[in-house]
């Protein structure tokens, strides 16, 4: 009878494993298809019946990540990083959560750790040298985008950050060459446009500035900053009537540039146009109540 018991038990607990690996792989397939609510019923049923269950619980650190709940995604990865500190996608996906939450010092130390075991990997390498850059480590951070487009010249988004390396070193001929190769890849590459504007200032090349800055407006109509490169580049060009008329709809869209209003409030008073300059501060301090300069200004006119 005892052995009988014993063989019963043994079933039982090969019939429990084989439900499990069959609960985790149904798991990872609804995961992989997008099946969000799925995937994390089959991992939490997992750790119902195995509650140290490492692979379901970080399951269900992806599916939380999947949603954008990154806070929930660190709280079950987090007390996993000892059993997965050598696989690099764990590695790779924890450095995101810390990225995605501003937590840069740590993703950069679990990035690191993940490049050291997949060398030249450029998501990796792309997500450290992000992190880097926002940290303000941008020699550091060079030399992993230099990488990038080595190895995928091509990336637009790869080029983006050599290129932002440069301008944030203030390196302006490079930053210039390469967030124009990102516009070139890409023309709608938005985030491109306005270091590439001021790139093409700081070595006044004006001309490049307002041709830019006319492509930008036209690729996006509503965009206050396009609007107020553009106001910009023609006042560098001599056109103050038509800076005004940039100024006017870069405060129509929501954004406010206190220099490049005084210019153009100073050209309105010059002009007998007083009442048009009030009005350009006035609507900035609609935008920004306690802008102290608009309230002067105000207080001047």
């Not at 009537?241 to 006017?248: I, K, L, N, Q, T």
């Amino acid at each position: 009878m005892r052995a009988v018991i014993i063989v019963i038990c043994a079933l039982v607990c090969l019939v429990g494993a084989q439900g499990i690996e069959e609960l985790i792989a149904d798991a990872n397939i609804a995961y992989r298809n997008g099946q969000l609510d799925r995937a994390e019923m089959l991992y939490e049923q997992v750790l119902s019946l195995e509650p140290d269950n490492a692979v379901a619980t970080n399951g269900l650190g992806l599916v939380a990540m999947a949603r954008g709940d990154f806070d929930r995604a660190l709280e079950h990865m987090l007390p996993l990083l000892s059993e997965f500190q050598n696989d690099p996608n764990f590695l790779f996906n924890l450095g995101t959560i810390y990225k995605a939450l501003g937590d840069y010092p740590n993703a950069i130390d679990v990035l690191e750790q993940a490049l050291a075991l997949v060398p030249d990997n450029p998501p990796v390498l792309a997500g450290l040298a992000e992190s880097q850059l926002k940290e303000g480590h941008y020699d550091a951070a060079l030399s992993h985008t230099r990488r990038l487009v080595e190895i995928q010249p091509d990336n637009p988004d790869y080029q983006y950050l050599h290129g932002m390396a440069f301008y944030l070193l203030e390196n302006w001929v490079q930053a210039q060459k390469n967030l124009s190769t990102v516009l070139a890849l890409e023309p709608t590459y938005l985030l491109a446009y306005e270091p590439l504007f001021e790139a093409h200032l700081a070595l006044n090349d004006v001309g490049a500035g307002l041709d830019l800055a006319d492509d930008w407006v036209a690729l996006d109509s509503t965009n206050g900053w396009a609007w107020r490169c553009l106001s910009l580049a023609r006042i560098k060009q001599s056109d103050l009537a038509g800076g005004h008329e940039a100024a006017v709809l870069m405060l129509k869209y929501g954004r406010v540039d206190n220099q490049l209003l005084k210019i153009v409030s100073h050209w309105l008073r010059a002009t007998d146009r007083g009442d048009e300059a009030r009005a350009l501060w006035q609507r900035a301090v609609e935008l920004e109540p306690y802008n102290m300069v608009a309230h002067g200004e105000l207080e001047r006119s």
